[in-house]
């Protein structure tokens, strides 16, 4: 099963995107997630990244797209995979579909997690992530077990640079005009799955897990 995660930043879908790994034993593939592990380990893609990162912007579809593919070379691909935070553009979506299109392959569902814009902001600032493990809590809706410490590995939370309130309504212009077009992109191939991102993280999830079938 390939899926793909649509919403705008904050809508919940790196959330939901674990939730459905778990379930369906497939990988979880985040490019923001790869981008900050680089910046991390100082290489030069994370280096790159890093400045458009820090400024709520895009990095370029040509750092993005052969990162993304070449990924789904490896062996934990082979029954599918759950993309977050990718395609973002419509020629990374272009690119994608190109690149499954060589082995007669296809996107299955492209999940789109709806959140007003509202909500985003609040969201936003309440959410906390592990600089270790990359896990994601929020200070009301989902806090951890112990203040300031993640549950599964014990390493510290901090609050991403790039969700401060300034940042964050910057990203949300982004969403609207590079990413939310995606919308009627996967409309068109017939893959589109809308649900509520705006109820509780499991009520989501059910929703989810009704498109996708148990
Ligand atoms: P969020 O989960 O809050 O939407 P991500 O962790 O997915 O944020 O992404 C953080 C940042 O990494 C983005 O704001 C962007 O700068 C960069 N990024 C991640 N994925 C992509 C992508 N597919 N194309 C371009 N930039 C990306
Ligand atoms: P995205 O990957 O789309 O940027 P996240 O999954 O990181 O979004 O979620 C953004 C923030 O909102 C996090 O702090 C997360 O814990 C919290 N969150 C996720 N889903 C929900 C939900 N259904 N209700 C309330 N808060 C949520
Ligand atoms: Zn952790």
Known sequence: MKIIMLGAPGAGKGTQAKKIAEKYSIPHISTGDIFRANIKNGTELGKKAKTYMDQGLLVPDELVVDLVIDRFAQDDCANGYVLDGFPRTIPQAEALDAALAKINEKID?????????????????????????GATYHLEHIPPKKEGICDTCGAELILRDDDKPETVQKRLNVYHEQTQPLIDYYTSKNVLKEVDGTVDMAEVFAAIVKVLGE
């Open 109 to 133: 569902y492209a999940i789109n997690v709806e959140v007003p814009d509202e909500n985003i902001i609040k969201r936003m600032s309440g959410r906390r992530a592990c600089v270790s493990c």
